[in-house]
């Protein structure tokens, strides 16, 4: 493990611990802040509609999941392990579970919308926050969407969710920054 994956795990830690990092509450005008690495071993698309190569086409169906972490600890390339688990468990906050269609050109978009979908951030505490929209395939380029609603702490909520590309890990699933700035 590299000095900056423990430096990263130990400050993300210490934040926990003095409970700067809350899935559940948040002060008036604050946004929560998280990161996202999707598991690339759980992103399952139908075979309706390929490219000749076998990637996802405009129109094919998907989902897949993944891990949240506190803002911080991704670098846009890791989050997984090759077999799929964590690679800082000790930092998961929650599940990740997106599931939508692929727009654009599929998986050859270069630029632009690709994705249109709907994600659900399960946290550990059993609340959740549900988005819906468009994603893009611009690495760090913000995009917005619409915070859908949630259940537990965040029942009733609405919002906004800014989320941004910053990379892809070795089994090509989508390292993401994600902002909520919620209404109660």
């Known amino acids: 493990m590299s000095r900056k994956s423990v430096i990263a795990m130990l400050l993300a830690s210490l934040m926990l611990v003095m409970g700067m990092v809350s899935v559940s509450a948040q002060s008036a005008g604050e946004a929560l802040r998280f990161e996202v690495a999707e598991d690339g071993n759980r992103f399952k698309f139908d075979d309706l509609n390929l490219h000749e190569d076998g990637m996802p086409a405009y129109?094919?169906?998907?989902?897949?999941?993944?891990?949240?972490?506190?803002?911080?600890?991704?670098?846009?390339?890791?989050?997984?392990?090759?077999?799929?688990?964590?690679?800082?468990?000790?930092?998961?906050?929650?599940?990740?579970?997106?599931?939508?269609?692929?727009?654009?050109?599929?998986?050859?978009?270069?630029?632009?919308?690709?994705?249109?979908?709907?994600?659900?951030?399960?946290?550990?505490?059993?609340?959740?926050?549900?988005t819906n929209g468009t994603e893009i395939a611009d690495l760090n380029v913000a995009v917005t969407r619409a915070v859908t609603g949630g259940t537990g702490a965040h029942r009733s909520v609405s919002g906004e969710q800014s989320q941004i590309l910053l990379g892809f890990t070795a089994q090509m699933g989508v390292n993401l920054i994600v902002e909520f700035d919620l209404d109660s």
């Open 59 to 130: 129109g094919t169906a998907f989902v897949t999941q993944g891990y949240i972490y506190p803002e911080g600890t991704l670098n846009g390339t890791n989050g997984v392990l090759e077999n799929g688990e964590p690679e800082f468990p000790e930092l998961v906050l929650g599940e990740w579970t997106c599931y939508g269609w692929m727009i654009g050109d599929g998986a050859h978009t270069q630029t632009g919308e690709w994705v249109i979908s709907t994600q659900i951030y399960q946290f550990e505490d059993g609340s959740t926050i549900i």
